[in-house]
């Protein structure tokens, strides 16, 4: 890309006023490592590609990737890193780069960097900035995909950048994959990459979204490393009745029936479940969580307690019920084609999130005891998630992320969890790849939850944190001792 001086001008305009920013900011505790990059060129550069790939508007629909890929071509090649892009559709594809170890890549040793370049809409009446303008306010970064997935993407460049910088000898390939339609399915981006290219991403490890570093007070909670995933699964409940005029109601009425039926399925509650995965996360979380929840967290496997001890965490966080259980959230509706007429069909989504190993059908079918209307019938689209199983939690990466957790945030502990979300780590899970979610920037929950929703944002010390912490795992990982 080309840029005209005075561009040129007002972006080192940009770059100052963000160093300024994160200079008021507090910063984080951060114990430099030796060796490493320069963090503070590499900072400034990484948060000057986050702003420029924000302002790549890759909404999925129709997700426009292949601009944000090229994008990250040109970065890469500037740095002397071999880099591809491939088209999956008009538009659409992704990005390969690779740093390799020796002339003889082995892929069972190999660490894949995954990230994807699309991003949800928005609503821009409810944004506080425009959400494609990488705004800098406050001592935080606002953009839609700030945190996903395009602030991790470019942290995995800005590694990338590091070790090539640094020239580091590396001990295994390291790769990096930047995909889209990670937001609808992944059939133009992950399912593509997989189809037609795994021999240039083929790894036997990878670091991916999903994890968490949680912020409180100022310090890093917990650092939870995601290993598992539910599966997404999208219900059509569709409702039948008699159509006719607006102005003559009858009782046999399609979105009357598709309300009662919303009704009935909204108040029912699946059965608690604990997978080991999730047993785990609780265990370790009770001993740095409120010491009142954690009682309730330790609590879980007692006979006696269980039940009161579920209701309990399930009452405190909607996330932690989301991982105890199968989920259904009621999130579309269809209906009517004008305000006088009567339909003879009402339509709603329900958007199923399974624990792993858990039926569909068997879910379907308690739903239609439930609802008890034989003129309310149910669709899954199974096409959406399949389950894989979970990542190892005594593997040779896993512990480096331990190891690394340890070096840069002392005494923090690091707890596997499972995304209640879906990634495209369960498409890796399937070829047998280690996947772990690591989303290296530490974040308070309330930033957290500011994925997918309204004025998405970063702190800008935690960006620059992140991206220290992800350097830490990938060199601890992957560079010669």
């Known amino acids: 890309m080309r840029w005209k001086p005075g561009v040129v001008f007002a972006l080192i305009l940009l770059a100052g006023a963000a160093e300024t920013a994160f200079a008021q900011a507090q910063p984080l505790q951060t114990q430099p490592q030796a060796g490493a990059a320069d963090f503070e060129k ?48 008009p538009g659409r594809g992704i990005l390969i780069a690779r740093l390799s170890a020796n002339s003889m890549p082995d892929p069972s040793r190999a660490l894949l960097l995954l990230g994807h370049l699309d991003v949800v809409g928005v609503d821009r009446s409810k944004w506080q900035v425009d959400p494609f303008g990488a705004v800098i306010q406050n001592g935080y970064l606002y953009g839609r995909g700030a945190i996903d997935d395009k602030g991790m993407t470019i942290a995995n460049v800005a590694v990338m950048v590091a070790l090539k910088r640094s020239n580091m000898r590396l001990t295994r390939d390291v790769i990096l994959l930047a995909e889209g339609d990670e937001e609808q399915g992944g059939q133009a981006g992950m399912k593509f990459a997989l189809d037609k290219y795994w021999e240039k991403i083929a790894a036997g490890y990878s670091l991916n979204e999903g994890g968490r570093a949680i912020l409180k007070n100022g310090k890093v909670q917990y650092v939870g490393v995601q290993a598992a995933e539910k599966v997404p699964v999208d219900v059509t409940v569709t409702a039948t009745g008699t159509s006719g005029h607006g102005s003559v109601p009858v009782p046999d009425n399609a979105i009357v029936r598709l309300s009662d039926a919303i009704g009935k399925i909204a108040a029912y509650q699946t059965p608690y479940q604990l997978t080991p995965v999730t047993e785990t996360y609780f265990e370790q979380l009770s001993t740095v969580i409120d010491p009142e929840i954690g009682k309730w967290m330790r609590a879980l496997d007692n006979p006696v307690r269980s039940d009161l001890a579920q209701k309990k965490i399930s009452e405190a966080s909607p996330v932690w019920n989301s991982m105890m259980r199968d989920t259904i959230a009621p999130t579309m509706l269809n209906a009517g084609i004008r305000p006088n007429v009567v339909p003879s069909e009402a339509q709603a989504t329900l958007n199923v999130r399974l624990l792993p190993g858990n039926s569909i059908d068997g879910l379907l079918l308690n739903l239609k005891n439930i609802v008890n209307d034989p003129k309310v019938a149910f669709h899954a689209d199974t096409s959406v998630g399949e389950a894989a199983p979970s990542s190892s939690l005594d593997s040779e990466l896993f512990k480096t992320i331990q190891q690394a957790t340890q070096e840069e945030f002392p005494g923090v502990p ?20 280690q996947a772990y979610g690591l989303l290296p920037f530490p974040l308070t929950e309330e930033d957290t939850l500011r994925m997918h929703a309204d004025n998405e944002r970063i702190p800008l010390d935690s960006f620059r944190k992140g991206i220290e912490f992800l350097y830490r795992v990938v060199s601890d990982f992957a560079v010669a001792k």
Do not use: C, F
């Open 42 to 89: 590499l900072y400034i550069d990484a948060l000057g590609w986050l702003q420029g790939m924000i302002r790549i508007d890759t909404t999925n629909p129709p997700g426009n990737e292949m601009a944000a890929a090229k994008y990250l071509a040109d970065i890469l090649r500037k740095e002397g890193i071999p880099a591809e892009t491939y088209e999956s559709t």
């Open 414 to 433: 690091v707890v596997p969890m499972m995304s209640t979300g879906a990634t495209d780590s369960a498409y890796l899970r399937l070829r047998n790849v």
